[in-house]
């Protein structure tokens, strides 16, 4: 018997970095108004639980929600889908292009690997959070311009990030 409502476990798994970071931050002020070597073991404190607030909250607006058709998997760089009609993996140095298609619904990920299909990946596919960390390893990627493309939800493919910079307008 659980005694949180589901639509409020769901609020909490979504913002749960940012709650952490909360918590973290607290006790850095309480360690930083302190004394002694507990004072600026506090502000690093401090330092620590505002870098995880500001990263939940991207991570909290990557999420779409869980649910959707597939389950993505990301292990030692390789991303891997297994969906109802379709799947396949690339690896994420091997990556080309990444795109956002909003042509469907929900929209999809495509990633786009030389010599392959893309691999098309729904935005509320399981375990599509993981997604986060191999997109934020790309080189160049701009995380902010990533998200704000995505919560834009614009009904055609949005380049997000190609692996020659001149290609990204």
């Not at 002694?36 to 505002?50: F, H, P, Q, T």
């Not at 399981?126 to 493309?149: I, N, R, Y």
Request: hydrophobic share 45%; net charge positive.
């Amino acid at each position: 018997m659980s005694f949180i409502r589901p639509e409020a476990r769901v609020a909490l798994m979504k913002w749960r970095e940012v709650l952490i970071g909360f918590g973290v931050l607290c006790v850095g002020f309480w360690w930083a108004s302190g004394g002694g070597i507990l004072r600026w073991i506090g502000y690093a404190v401090l330092i620590a639980g505002a870098v995880l607030i500001v990263s939940g909250i991207q991570r909290a607006r990557f999420r779409r929600g869980a649910g959707g058709p597939g389950v993505v998997q990301v292990d030692e760089g390789e991303v891997a889908y297994f969906g109802p009609l379709n799947g396949g993996s690339v690896a994420v140095r091997a990556l080309s292009r990444l795109v956002l298609d909003g042509r469907s619904s929900p929209a999809v990920w495509a990633l786009y690997q030389p010599g392959r299909q893309p691999l098309h990946i729904p935005v509320n596919a399981e375990g599509g959070e993981t997604l986060f960390d191999a997109f934020a390893s790309l080189p160049g990627l701009k995380t902010e311009q990533m998200l704000a493309k995505l919560n834009e939800q614009k009904p055609e493919p949005v380049l997000i990030w190609a692996k020659d910079d001149r290609r990204l307008s």
